[in-house]
């Protein structure tokens, strides 16, 4: 019984982180798979949203919900002032041009936030109905770890709602199929671009706040986790929403027991495992391959 126990909490501790992850990495997926740019800067959209969130919630004593829509708006809004200004102009340089820039912009995140908050990591204080122990029936768990494999669900299940079922995800996804024909049949692409970049930065930043209680945030998030949301997205498949899911919550699961059994050294397995899939399915789990 004691085993089975500790199998579900390492499990359901695994999805949670997952959860966070996919929340970050899907608007990094839709962009890449849309755009074609290589946005490594994703990750500093998830930092700065979640400062937001965070303070707001700290400082300003906005309720849970105010806090992480006032993080969606200010990410957003932030995002597409840097996409009018900066990003465009650089949609058809080369990569590595790309990644040149949005590392930079990484560390122009990193130096403002330091200097405006300070190095010191922040802390989310949950709100009481999502602090303590649920009780599962066959045990009790975190409250706050099942609220987020949760919101990952119905967040996963709306994106893809939105993408296969209304007109706006009909013009994503032939834009992503063919940009030419898509802005052929008059389809504002332009304007596709700075909606999606606003949603996916957005996105991100409800993951920072929603994951600070459990992969924290200071100054250095977004390059400590980089790598991560890189995988979630190449592992899952460019533009697949599902994909990053299935790849986020495998992530999730696999670091979460690593970091218990192996905590030095444990994450080899999952880049080797991360080569080897790719190896394997270059596309990702649920991309599409190339013609």
């Given at each position: 019984m004691d085993f089975a126990a500790d199998f579900a909490g390492i499990f359901l501790g695994?999805?949670?982180a997952g959860t966070v992850l996919f929340i970050v990495s899907v608007g990094l997926s839709v962009t890449m798979g849309l755009m074609g740019f290589v946005n490594l800067a994703h990750g500093a959209f998830a930092m700065f949203g979640g400062y937001v969130?965070?303070?707001?919630m700290n400082r300003a004593h906005f309720g849970f919900a105010a806090a992480?829509?006032?993080?969606?708006?200010?990410?957003a809004a932030l995002s597409v002032l840097l996409e009018r200004l900066l990003y465009r102009r650089l949609y058809r340089a080369g990569e590595l041009d790309q990644v040149l820039f949005t590392i930079g912009l990484i560390f122009i995140f990193i130096a403002g936030i330091t200097i405006v908050v300070g190095p010191e990591g922040q802390t989310l204080e949950l709100p009481p109905a999502l602090g303590g122990q649920l009780n599962l029936g066959f045990m009790q768990y975190r409250t706050y770890s099942i609220f987020l494999i949760v919101v990952g669900f119905l967040i996963v299940i709306g994106i893809w709602l939105v993408f296969e079922r209304t007109r706006i995800g009909a013009q994503i996804r032939a834009t992503v199929d063919n940009?030419?024909?898509?802005?052929?049949?008059?389809i504002n692409v332009d304007r596709l671009f700075t909606i999606t970049f606003a949603f996916g930065s957005g996105m991100a930043a409800i993951g920072g706040g929603l994951g600070a209680e459990f992969l924290g945030l200071d100054p250095q998030y977004a390059l400590k986790y980089?790598?991560?949301f890189l995988i979630a997205v190449s592992v899952g498949g460019l533009g697949s929403v599902v994909g990053v899911y299935y790849a986020s919550l495998l992530i999730g699961v696999l670091d979460f027991t690593l970091k218990l059994y192996l905590p030095k050294g444990g994450t080899i397995f999952i880049y080797a495992l991360t080569i080897l899939?790719?190896?394997?399915?270059?596309q990702g789990l649920l991309g599409r391959k190339e013609t």
């Open positions: 695994g999805l949670a969130i965070v303070l707001a992480l829509a006032v993080g969606f708006v200010a990410t940009r030419r024909m898509a802005e052929s049949l008059g980089l790598v991560y899939l790719l190896l394997w399915r270059p």
